[in-house]
């Protein structure tokens, strides 16, 4: 198995909404309000549409569920789900404050991105499986997505 670079993915996000804590830990909401999408293949927006669904679990663990539309440059849509987990630690906290920007790999924040389009120029998406790396930034996130290949 091979990871081969996809995209790197920058999305804005509102102050996150805090629902409070729930039967399957404590809730957060972060509207997406836009942003932007670049790889080899693939360049475009990140629609303000969709949000960061975030659940915490007893020990502080972030459990992810998240849906965003892509709009490729040339007229694609492109419906982007991902579920995965981020551990917020001191450097990822300073990052949200707004104190210092977290670099990829300052804590554990690791993605499945699936991804759906009826163009026919980019369903080859449809089939794609993706892991992607994410780093915490303030009023943001930013992520790199990888294509895993067969041997």
Avoid: C
Wanted: avoid cysteine; glycine fraction near 12%; charge should be neutral.
């Amino acid at each position: 198995m091979k990871l081969q670079p996809l995209l790197t993915m920058h999305a804005t996000l509102k102050k996150p909404v805090l629902v409070g804590q729930g039967p399957k830990g404590k809730r957060m909401i972060a509207d997406i309000t836009g942003g932007t999408f670049e790889g080899e293949r693939l360049k475009g927006d990140v629609l303000p549409s969709g949000a960061d669904w975030v659940t915490f679990d007893a020990d502080g663990v972030g459990h992810l569920d998240v849906r965003a539309t892509f709009r490729t440059d040339d007229g694609a849509n492109i419906y982007v789900q991902y579920y995965g987990v981020v551990i917020f630690n001191q450097k990822a906290n300073d990052s949200l404050a707004g104190k210092k920007s977290a670099e990829f790999g300052d804590t554990y924040f690791i993605t499945q991105p699936r991804f759906e389009t009826g163009d026919e120029r980019y369903k080859w998406l449809n089939r794609t499986v993706a892991v992607a790396e994410g780093r915490v930034l303030h009023n943001a996130v930013e992520y790199q997505m990888f294509e895993v290949l067969g041997s």
